[in-house]
């Protein structure tokens, strides 16, 4: 079977950093996307990594690894609005979307 | 605001009825794809379409549930004989097949609740 893990929650701290790891195991592997979701409202589009390594975007980056299985979304100087949930997703062999349960992120201040 | 547009927002309906919503995507996008989301989960795989060809349709979508797309453009989803289980956020996404982004960009949802 296919199966995406990811934390279910995780809190932090406004102005800290947080890594959310999402780990994977699919029929083949044609990318890995990161979504933000805010309660409510449909998923926006934060990252695609296809080849292992960092790509940094802002105060966001995605880091994957293909012989691991694993991926992580790092945010850094961390924003109340912020707050969100946020979906690890794999491009499968058969180019569909396997979704994670996703990751709600609380920022304290 | 991804260009990717759903119609209602909103529905709610009682059990048995037939509700039908409306996507309309980035306009120069190819494929159109139909989620289902319930609260704490990922969005879930219904349906999708390449232009107007639905191309492949999900093992856990039952016979109450059917998409078209005629003219490649817009795309509706119908459900029939609403039932309880069926309330939800129903999420339309399109991408392009042009160049190698598969980025898909998610409309706004419709939400169903059924009574």
């Known amino acids: ?109 | 605001d991804t260009g990717v547009s759903q119609d209602p927002r909103h529905k709610i309906t009682k059990r048995g009825q037939n509700v039908t919503f409306r996507c309309d995507p980035i306009s120069e996008h190819n494929r159109l794809y139909w989620y289902r989301q319930t609260l704490g989960q990922g969005p879930e795989f219904l349906t999708y379409f390449q232009n107007e060809a639905q191309l492949e349709k999900s093992r856990l979508l039952s016979d109450r549930f059917s998409a078209e797309r005629p003219k490649g453009s817009f795309s509706t989803l119908e459900i029939q004989r609403t039932e309880q289980g069926d309330s939800a956020m129903y999420l339309c996404a399109s991408r392009t097949l042009a160049g190698d982004s598969d980025t898909q960009y998610f409309g706004p949802g419709t939400r169903l609740t059924v009574l």
């Open chain 1, 1 to 109: 079977g296919q199966n995406i893990d990811q934390p279910t929650e995780m809190t932090a701290t406004e102005g800290a950093i947080v890594q959310i790891n999402c780990t994977y195991q699919t029929s083949g592997f044609n990318g890995l996307f990161w979504y933000q979701q805010h309660a409510g409202e449909a998923p926006t589009f934060l990252s695609y990594n296809v080849l292992d390594g960092l790509e940094e975007k802002g105060r966001f980056s995605s880091f994957l690894s293909r012989s691991k299985g694993y991926s992580y979304l790092l945010l850094k100087e961390l924003q109340m609005k912020d707050s969100a949930s946020y979906l690890c997703a794999v491009v499968d062999s058969n180019y569909q979307l396997i979704w994670g349960a996703g990751t709600k992120l609380i920022i304290k201040p």
